[in-house]
């Protein structure tokens, strides 16, 4: 602004009215007032306490303490103190070699299980549970009901056992 008034030879008031500016914004200066510095310096205390805690629950924890500001208040001081939770980092799983699957010799050795959810126009939700001989590839028993509960998934084994003999393993993912 001073710039353009010591260039053009104009006064404050007549370059504010061209760039459509108040003069009250070029002399507005921001004065950190004594209850946002006292808010600060408590929230600042209360997150090196607390430091999984978010500017949300610092300043439930603030509430509850009889300080009544509004959030949006904290949430801006909390910004400018240069406080942020720092966020935690995924664990990946144990990096270990799998063993391959062991493939049966002979059927009736392996036979692996699973559950297969369907869900027909009607809008109830059907329950398979499949139960396949790994040589063979053939469907050792099929259980379908709206619930299959672990009595009845045992009971249905022993079924499908009387008729082949029990496997000597049983997989399931």
Not at 15 to 35: D, K, N, T
Not at 115 to 137: E, N, Q, Y
């Amino acid at each position: 602004m001073q710039e353009m008034q010591a260039q053009t030879g104009i006064s404050q008031r007549r370059a504010c009215q061209l760039i459509g500016l108040s003069r009250s914004v070029l002399h507005y200066q921001p004065r950190a007032s004594e209850q946002n510095t006292r808010l600060q310096t408590q929230l600042v205390e209360l997150a090196q306490e607390r430091r999984r805690f978010g500017y949300r629950r610092l300043h439930i924890l603030l509430w509850r303490a009889g300080v009544q500001v509004n959030h949006k208040r904290i949430y801006r001081l909390y910004r400018s103190a240069g406080l942020m939770v720092k966020r935690r980092r995924r664990r990946h799983g144990v990096a270990i070699e799998r063993e391959r699957l062991s493939l049966p010799s002979a059927p009736n050795q392996v036979w692996s299980m699973d559950f297969v959810f369907d869900a027909p126009s009607t809008g109830r939700r059907i329950k398979c549970l499949t139960v396949v001989d790994d040589f063979t590839k053939e469907a050792v028993g099929i259980l379908v009901d709206h619930g299959i509960s672990g009595f009845r998934v045992t009971r249905a084994l022993d079924e499908m056992a009387q008729f082949r003999g029990y496997p000597t393993a049983i997989r399931t993912d």
